[in-house]
C-alpha cells in the first residue's frame, strides 16, 4: 500500500472522485494529517466510516523512527531509521528567523564528492516524496515549535530523484497543510545540468544552491567526478540561463578545503567565473571527519578569501558554525550506525 504522506492535494482529489468520493474531502485529510497530525484514519471524525475505511485499505502511514539524536547549541541532530532497515538523516538549525531543518532525499549518494561522508557510502535507493516530507513530520513531534525552513541538502543528491523532490516541494507548500512558502525551501545540486533545466522550467518560486567547492575545473575534476560529465563552463551556462528564465538569486556553495581550493588565487579566480551573476557565495568551513583525509582551512585563510570576493564585489557569507558535539559532517551518523 502507499505511503499516505506520498500525495499530493491533487492526487488525494483524484483518489476521492476515482472513488466516488466527494473532492473537497481531499483537503479535510490534509488538514487531518499535516495541521492536527494525527496518525490514525480513524481520528478523522469528520469523515464517514466508509471513507475511513476506504483510506485504511489504500494508504498507510510511514514506518520512521528517530532512533537517535545528538545535541548541541542551535543544533539538533537526527538519524531515522526506515522500514526497509536503512538509515538517514535531518539536521534542526534554530536561527533567528525560525526553525530550519536540512533533510535527506535518497539512501547513500552515487556522486562520489571526495571530501563528502555521504557519498563513502553508495545510493541504496531514492527515498519517496512521503519519507521526505515525514522527515518534517517526525521532527515536528519533537519541537514545541514549527520547522519554518526547509533545506534539501542532506544525503543524496536532490536532482537525481527529480520527480519525488517535485512532489515533495508541492506537499509541504500546500497552504492547508504544512505550508512552507516557495522561498523557505532550498534545494542543492551539486550540478546535474540537465535537471538544473528542467527545475527552471517547472517554475517554483524555490531557492537553488550549485555545491560548486572550486574555481576551475582542474580542481573540481579532482574533488567532484560530476564536474567531468558537465564541466564549470556547462554549469555556468545553465545558472545563467536560470538567472534569465527566473529572475531569482542562485547560492554557491564554496566549501573550503586546506590547501586544495582556498589560496588567494583560487579566489580572484572564483571572482572572475561569478562577475555580474546575481548570486552570493557561501563559504563553508570543512567539517572533517576520520574516514577522509581532507583538512579545513583555517580561520585566517577564510577570512583573505572572503575579503577577496568582497573586494571583486561579490556577495559572500562565511556560514554560521553550529555545534561540535555533534557529528557534523553530512552523513557521519549514519556511516557510524552503519559501520
Known sequence: ?????????TDFEEFLINNNEKKYRASQIMDWLYVKEVKKFSLMTNLSKDLIKLLEDNFIFPDMKIIKEEKDLDVSKFLIKLFDGNYIEAVLMHH???????????????MSCAFCESGRLKKVRNLTSGEMVYQIMLINNVLDKKITHVVVMGIGEPFDNFENLIKFIDIINYNKGINIGS?????????VVPRIYDFMKIGKEVNLAISLHAPTDEIRNKIMPINKIYNIEKLMKAVKDYLKMTNRRVTFEYIMLKGINDSKEDAVVLAKLLRGINCYVNLIPYNETENIGFKRSDMKTILDFYDILKKEKITVTIRREFGTKVSAACGQLRAKEVK
Open 1 to 9: 500500500m502507499k505511503n499516505v504522506y506520498d500525495l499530493t492535494i
Open 96 to 110: 533567528d528567523y525560525g526553525e530550519s531543518i536540512c533533510i535527506s532525499s535518497q539512501v547513500g549518494c552515487n
Open 183 to 191: 522561498r523557505h525551501i532550498t534545494v542543492s545540486t551539486c550540478g
